[in-house]
Each structure stands twice: as structure tokens, then as C-alpha cells.
């Protein structure tokens, strides 16, 4: 059975509804203002002092500087972080040294060496995406048939076709957002639904 990740939680009520669900990570992207679920580093601690201590925090950064990433982790405000840009391998390890903590480092796949990049990750988990993130669509699945290290799967996936996503590539978790909100918000009966559906399968 993969784990479940709900991203791009943003307000109280959103963390009510994994509360009441729990998956095994929430995401929240942290000062990107490209992206409409953005928090700030404030907003983010509010929220984190309600979650469910069993749901591990995953902070989601693009390009961010290092010491805005390290020092969230240090506090324990997170205890996963999720790189989303062009960070480099140096910025991994460096990341990973100085505090201990887990990274995933998120790859957009488009063609085998996209695939090739995300194997050769010195990251703990890697996830494969369509594209930016929270686009709702899905990549060419086929491309990530030969990967053997535990992977987040992402991009288009709802309860739509989640189970043959789980079937056909037995990721190590799936990770859901734009599938579980509607108009722009997080649905609670939506993240339910998933998450009820990873867990029967």
C-alpha cells in the first residue's frame, strides 16, 4: 500500500480535513508567489502548530534560499523538505548534512533521461511530476516502469485512476492536490475519498 500525500494545504480548514483523514504527508508550499497555494513562513507555523503530529510535515520550495529551507527544518517547523526547482546536487547534501533531515527532489518527466536524472538523485525520495506541479495532469507513465528506488508519484493523479496508477507502477507514495480541491480549494470529501481509496488498495 503506497502513502499518501496531500500538497498545497493553505488554510485551517485544510488542515482539519487531513486531521481528519490522515494522510502520511501534507504538503505546503512556502514562498513561492508564482503559485496561487503559496504560504509564507508565518502562515506556515500557524498552521503546522494544528496538524496532526502523526502527518509528517513536507515544506515545498522552488529555488528558495538555502537558509530559509534549513533553518524551517532546524525548528522542526518541518521535518521533510521538497525541492521543486533547479537545485542543484551540492544544495542536496549540503541540505541534507547540516541537518539531518530527509529531501525529496522533484523531477518533471517528459522523456528516459529525465528518468536517468531522478535514479542518479542523491535525494532520499524523488518525485515524478508532469511539469511545474499542481497542473492536474499526468506524464507518460511508461517512462517510469524501470525505477527500483522509493518514488512520489505525482501529476493528474485523483480517484479517477489512482488504482491503476498504484497497479501498473507501485510508486512508494502518491502525492494529490489539484485532484482533491474544488474551484481552487481543498475539498474534504475529495481528500477523503483518496485517501479512503489508497488505503483499500
Known sequence: MPKVKICGLRTMEDIQAVNSCKPDFAGFIVEYPKSRRSITSDELKKLI?????????????????????????DQKVIQMAQLHGQEEEAYIR???DETGKKVIKAFSVKTEEDIAKA?????????LDQGGGGTGKTFDWMLAGGISRPYFLAGGLGVDNLEKAVHYLSPWAVDLSSSVETNGKKDPEKIRQAVELVRKL
Open 94 to 96: 549540503q541540505l541534507q
Open 119 to 127: 535514479k542518479a538523485s542523491s535525494a532520499d525520495y524523488i518525485l
Open 49 to 73: 502548530r494544528q496538524l496532526d503530529p502523526s502527518i509528517c510535515a513536507v515544506g515545498v520550495f522552488v529555488n528558495a534560499p538555502f537558509v530559509l529551507v534549513a533553518d524551517l527544518l
